[in-house]
């Protein structure tokens, strides 16, 4: 679960970070906050220092590898990637479905390990926050409002799986079940979410009329 969620999440945001032009150190990097910013913040939460990251090598390889081939792959194709730009998002909302799937179940998975099988809140706050950290701290790397707050289903599918998974690994106590149904449920969450535009409702303020600008400058003067 781990190297599923490493790998698609280092994708994920070494392909964000090669459209907002970074260098490769900015590609590897992001890639690798995207990866790992998640459980980075869960551990801390957790009273687990230094972060578990750090203790495991391979996983830090896996996401460092797998960021370097997204940012060779793009490099060597800079006028392809410009040009299939929007075949490249299908593929990296691809890659985040199983990246959030993969560490929300994980997340939700350590807080089971550390004792709290018997609280529901921290398990799925565990969860969402496993599944969603990295990419917040990778949008707001490259300047931009986080995904989370404001494009389709993103935080609630977590937040869901996370439940979904706490509700099968207590009543029928079989990991590798609850670990695959909860991730289908979320990936499921995603793409719909993607492909049918779900949104959250949101306030949309509309810019202030042009003649509404003059009035407001009058009455001032």
Known sequence: MEIIGTVAFSVSGALIACGAALDIFGVVFVGCITAFGGGMIRDILLGITPPSIF???IIFSIAVLSAIIVFIAA???KEKFSIFKFKID???NFFDAVGLAAFSVTGAEVGF???YSDNILVITVIGMITG????IMRDILIDTTPY???KHIYALASVFGSI???ILRLFFNNISLASALAMIF???IRILATKYRWSLPKITISPIDSNMSKFDNNAQI
């Not at 969603?132 to 990419?135: L, R, S, T």
């Open 148 to 150: 989370v707050f404001k």
């Open 164 to 166: 979904l998974y706490y």
């Open 132 to 135: 969603i950290g990295g990419g």
């Open 55 to 57: 203790k495991n090598h």
């Open 113 to 115: 390990i550390n004792g």
């Open 186 to 188: 979320v990936i499921i």
């Open 75 to 77: 490099y060597v194709n």
């Open 90 to 92: 299908h593929i990296n």
